[in-house]
């Protein structure tokens, strides 16, 4: 019997697959693994629906083929391990910082400054008033850094890409909070009026780059921009950050990607 209860009704989105691993993309809302409260309606159950025999084969030593989150109400992309050689070896580079994540986020504002990085350790806690765990900035904390850049700005609000080169709890949340560019849509750690500026938390996993752990080949995935926020950048008046680096791709001649929409 499966150690996690297969959900054919858990939807998500392959961007990649072979015998080896698999990327998939997400939803915002959805839980990535079983926990309290969600046993049967996660992203996990949903994988093990379409790959149940090879994570099975993975075994809990292996996180059943996980090999990184997302928090419930970010959307994007993960990489999940279907062989054990593939996902051990992936697992080597996500430790050695191999693997490249990068997000796009709506923000309150904009930085000081076009690009930077946030070095500031993260302290996890979990005050027994919440059901979910938080982070905060703490000397007592793990080594957290987070490279961004201002993609652009208005009047009232920017957007940020940023990468983590660490993996901490909220990590990109938390750490451009602390610089005063909070994610809008942040129920945890921004005030409620920022929070009720866009539908749900504005963070997205646009993208994963990383070495294919059998051929050696580039494995570069991206997903466009989600469409329950373009709405929110209309409003706020910035562009999509998807055809902007496809306009910038055409310009210098590069073929533009196809359109995932």
Not at 102 to 108: K, L
Not at 131 to 147: C, D, F, H, L, Y
Not at 199 to 207: N, V
Not at 234 to 256: C, F, I, Q, V, Y
């Amino acid at each position: 019997m499966p150690s996690i209860t297969a959900n054919p009704d858990v939807t998500f989105k392959v961007h990649f697959e072979d015998e080896h691993l698999a990327v998939v993309e997400k939803a915002s809302r959805l839980v990535t693994q079983p926990g309290k409260g969600h046993d049967t309606d996660t992203l996990h159950n949903g994988l093990f629906a379409r790959w149940g025999k090879a994570l099975q084969n993975l075994g809990a030593a292996r996180d059943f083929g996980l090999l990184h989150r997302l928090d419930r109400s970010t959307s994007g992309l993960l990489v999940i391990g279907l062989r054990p050689r593939a996902y051990d070896a992936i697992r080597a580079q996500f430790e050695q910082r191999l693997v490249r994540k990068f997000y796009w986020a709506i923000c309150a504002k904009a930085p000081k400054g076009p690009s930077g990085v946030i070095n500031r350790p993260i302290l996890e806690s979990e005050p027994r008033a919440r059901e979910t765990k938080t982070a905060r900035i703490s000397s007592a904390g793990k080594p957290a850094v987070t490279a961004w850049r201002t993609l652009a700005a208005s009047d009232k609000a920017a957007l940020i890409e940023a990468r983590p080169l660490t993996g901490r709890l909220h990590q990109v949340r938390v750490h451009l909070e602390s610089i005063g560019s909070t994610v809008l849509g942040d129920d945890l750690y921004g005030n409620p009026a920022l929070a009720r500026l866009t539908p749900r938390l504005a963070l997205h996993a646009h993208r994963l780059a990383f070495t294919h752990p059998e051929t050696g080949a580039p494995v570069d995935i991206r997903s466009p921009f989600p469409k329950d926020l373009r709405p929110s950048l209309t409003k706020l008046g910035l562009p999509r950050p998807d055809l902007m680096a496809r306009e910038h791709e055409t310009a210098r001649g590069d073929a533009a990607e196809p359109d995932a929409d």
